[in-house]
């Protein structure tokens, strides 16, 4: 297991809160993150799946981050531009994946997970670009939890959110973010 992998992998299994916001402000302080990046197409859904499990979700923790890592590695830097698909709002939906155990030849669990994806790209895609990574990562945690709740019948917590990266983002849309300060 790489660094970054045990790193994050620590992080989140001492974590103990129920938001999942909390969480990524956690992970998204952890050295290898940066302002943008693919990074950030593992940390959504590993704040989301520790949320999910402090929250009362049945699943293995351990096994489950491993899985949405293996998983989110696959996805590039860039998705959201050149695949029209943004990486936060995948993880998103891997969350969803993970923990309903989908697969291609899934039911239910597997337009669950579709739904999720959907869900974020909807939000993200509403704000409109350039892409921030740190801003899309807060719709699809914002998505991801009122999802939990109706469809998973788990309840993470959500506290108003407020960007303190825009002073880093040189690309930053400012008023049109809803987590501008």
Known sequence: MKDEQ??????????????????????????????HGPEHHTLVGAALLTAYKNSGGEIDLPSALEELHARAQKVPGGACGYWGACGAAIS????????TGATPLGGREWGLCNLMTSASLRAIGSVGGPRCCKRNSALAITQAVQFA?????????LEPIHCAHSDQNGQCIGARCPFHP
């Open 149 to 157: 709740k109706e469809h998973l019948g788990v309840d993470m917590e």
């Open 92 to 99: 998103s939906g891997m969350f969803v994946s993970i923990v």
């Open 6 to 35: 045990m790193t994050l992998m620590n992080a989140c299994l001492q974590h103990t809160s129920r938001n999942p916001m909390a969480i990524l402000r956690t992970l998204m302080a952890l050295p290898f993150c940066h302002m």
